[in-house]
């Protein structure tokens, strides 16, 4: 019974690794796009390890004597090799990679945490930008021009971000937030732009928000407050690389 729960255990885990990470997108609630090879190596080897754990039980049967069975008990009058029953908890994990995906990470999480810190730039300075109205950006661009860029390149510009609602608890407005990972969940990092002059859709939604910066404190200085006036937010889809600060690769409707 024990070797059988070894060899169950090994395959339905390697199973459940192949189906979250070759059939679907669910894997990116765990990990990074760049980890699904290893993801897949993992599912490949567990079935392999239990294809062979399952081969060297049924040799092993084969070559029992048929008393050794009862050598077991010989004195005591039971057997002590069954599997303890917490060990059948171990297969809650395994079914749920196959049959239940936990929710993306989001407000819940952006909300109990602090903001990742964004990189200084460098001497070099800001590359300029380009003359399209609005400005697609990244909050962390958006966050390090306003906040670092003495030119001030940000004033005036209408710009267009992409994040998803988290409340922003007291006082008014709300926060455009991306959750980034570096490795897996465990790691997640949020930055975060508050919006003022728009009605917050339902926390979690995603958005694209277009407005300008919400002239506070200096800007070009790390006293501007990393915010915007927001204009207009339309509902989209959650963008295939939700787990990064990046223009969005696919946009919903």
Not at 21 to 41: C, D, N, W
Not at 49 to 68: H, K
Not at 106 to 124: L, M, N, Q, W
Not at 213 to 225: F, P
Request: glycine share 10%; proline share 6%; charged share 20%.
């Amino acid at each position: 019974m024990r070797r059988f729960v070894q060899v169950a255990l090994l395959v339905l885990s390697g199973v459940g690794l192949l189906r979250t990470s070759l059939f679907t997108e669910a894997y990116l609630r765990y990990v990074k796009e760049g980890m699904r090879p290893l993801l897949i190596a993992s599912g490949v080897l567990l079935i392999l390890l239990g294809v062979a754990e399952a081969w060297s039980a049924w040799r092993s049967a084969g070559r029992r004597p048929e008393t050794e069975g009862d050598s077991h008990d010989h004195g005591h009058g039971h057997d002590h090799s069954g599997v303890p029953r917490v060990a059948w908890l171990l297969f809650l994990p395994a079914l749920s990679l196959l049959f239940y995906a936990p929710p993306a990470l989001g407000s819940y999480t952006a909300s109990r945490e602090a903001p990742k810190a964004v990189a200084v730039v460098d001497e070099d300075g800001f590359d300029p930008l380009p003359a399209t109205s609005p400005l697609p950006i990244t909050l962390t661009d958006f966050t390090q021009r306003v906040q670092q860029d003495e030119a001030r390149s940000i004033e005036g510009r209408t710009v267009r971000m992409t994040g998803f609602v988290t409340p922003a608890g007291g006082g008014e407005g709300w926060y455009l937030t991306r959750i980034m990972l570096s490795c897996c969940a465990a790691d997640a990092q949020s930055v975060k732009v508050r919006v003022y002059g728009v009605e917050a859709p339902k926390a979690d939604t995603w958005v694209t928000v277009t407005g300008t910066w919400h002239a506070q404190g200096t800007l070009g200085t790390s006293s501007a407050a990393v915010a915007l006036d927001g204009r207009t937010v339309g509902k989209i889809e959650r963008p295939v690389n939700g787990y990064t600060d990046a223009l969005p690769l696919a946009l919903g409707s």
